[in-house]
């Protein structure tokens, strides 16, 4: 059964203190693997995509990478803007853009 | 720039009643979807289209319905709304390089 697991469900740290949230995955085909952000009360903003194995992204504090196996999100010196929960979810290659989305890390950074 | 707009924000409804969900894309996706988010539960997908006149069910369709008359507009009806339906509902347009959402309908159904 294709599965997306996120660890932890919540996080809290201080700010200036690096951390990194994974993604674990198993499915019969990865077609990409992304990674969004989501605000209270707000829908989901995309901030990576990654298609394959070793291939890594990064945005200001922020950094993705992926294996086989998984994903992390690390986090470099966040600052408490960061706080928001960070949604991972793939794309199968069977079937028509089928996505399956984990649940969420809720990351809260504190001044 | 609108993206994906989904109206309304907030809704209250009684057991019973139904009401439409709109949403409405402006990029050109052929894909648009509905999902669900509830505590715990992640984003669960309602149903689904890959364009105009094509829609399929997601992995909890029951007690929805949908069409997709045009590419732009991708209404969810509730035909009989119910407690477990209380939920934030998110329409979502999508390539395969990723989806933009809306930014929700918090249902309450009393």
């Known amino acids: 059964e294709d599965q997306v697991t996120q660890s932890p469900e919540a996080l809290r740290l201080q700010e200036g203190e690096s951390s990194s949230l994974n993604c674990s995955y198993t499915?019969?085909?990865?077609?990409?693997l992304f990674w969004y952000r989501q605000d209270p009360g707000k829908g989901p903003e995309f901030l990576f995509t990654l298609y394959s194995a070793g291939e890594e992204k990064e945005k200001e504090r922020l950094k993705a990478t992926l294996t086989k196996k998984e994903s992390f999100l690390h986090i470099t010196a966040p600052k408490p803007e960061d706080s928001a929960t960070y949604l991972c979810?793939?794309?199968?290659?069977?079937?028509?853009?089928?996505?399956?989305f984990g649940t969420g890390t809720r990351l809260k950074v504190l001044a | 720039n609108a993206g994906v707009t989904q109206t309304p924000k907030f809704q209250v409804l009684k057991t019973g009643q139904s009401m439409t969900l709109q949403c409405a894309q402006d990029?050109?996706?052929?894909?648009m979807s509905w999902y669900r988010q509830d505590p715990g539960m992640g984003l669960r997908l309602i149903h689904y289209?890959?364009?105009?006149?094509?829609?399929d069910q997601g992995e909890v369709p029951n007690g929805y319905n949908v069409s997709r008359s045009t590419t732009e507009d991708f209404p969810l009806r509730l035909l009989s709304a119910a407690p477990s339906q209380t939920s934030v509902y998110f329409c979502?347009?999508?390539?395969?390089?990723?989806?933009?959402f809306g930014s929700g309908t918090r249902l309450t159904v009393v």
């Open positions: 499915v019969s085909g990865l077609r990409g």
């Open positions: 990029m050109n996706h052929e894909y």
């Open positions: 289209s890959v364009g105009a006149g094509i829609t």
């Open positions: 979502a347009s999508s390539t395969p390089y990723g989806y933009t």
């Open positions: 979810a793939i794309l199968l290659t069977s079937g028509t853009y089928k996505y399956i």
